[in-house]
């Protein structure tokens, strides 16, 4: 199973970034897709996540900022970023999870750097 993240890199604030993660070896359809961030001495949050049935949840930080979604034709998720702020500077992680069978699978990450 391989969940590759790509998009990330430096925005200015105010800027935008498309997060992307491509992933292999599953049945991507029946996976919850979500994305999280980890920054430096903070823990490790939820972004947000999409389900397989497309029902979308975010943090309240970025609601009407961030959009997730899906091609289940590309097994691909995405993570569309607007009116980045510096305090969005994390590394950028994928997550596919499935309950029946169980499975859990994370990307490698990927970097955003929001700054001036």
């Known amino acids: 199973v391989q969940l590759v993240e790509s998009g990330g890199g430096l925005a200015q604030p105010g800027g935008s970034l498309r997060l992307s993660c491509a992933a292999s070896?599953?049945?991507?359809?029946?996976?919850?897709m979500g994305w999280y961030r980890q920054a430096p001495g903070n823990q490790h949050e939820l972004v947000a996540r999409?389900?397989?049935?497309?029902?979308?949840t975010s943090t309240d930080s970025v609601k009407g900022r961030f959009t997730i979604s899906r091609d289940n034709a590309k097994n691909t998720v995405y993570l569309q970023m607007n009116s980045l702020k510096v305090e969005d500077t994390a590394v950028y992680y994928c997550?596919?999870?499935?309950?029946?069978?169980?499975?859990?699978?994370w990307g490698q990450g990927t970097q955003v750097t929001v700054s001036s």
């Open positions: 999409i389900t397989s049935d497309y029902s979308t």
């Open positions: 997550n596919a999870v499935r309950s029946i069978p169980f499975g859990n699978y």
């Open positions: 070896g599953i049945i991507f359809s029946d996976y919850d």
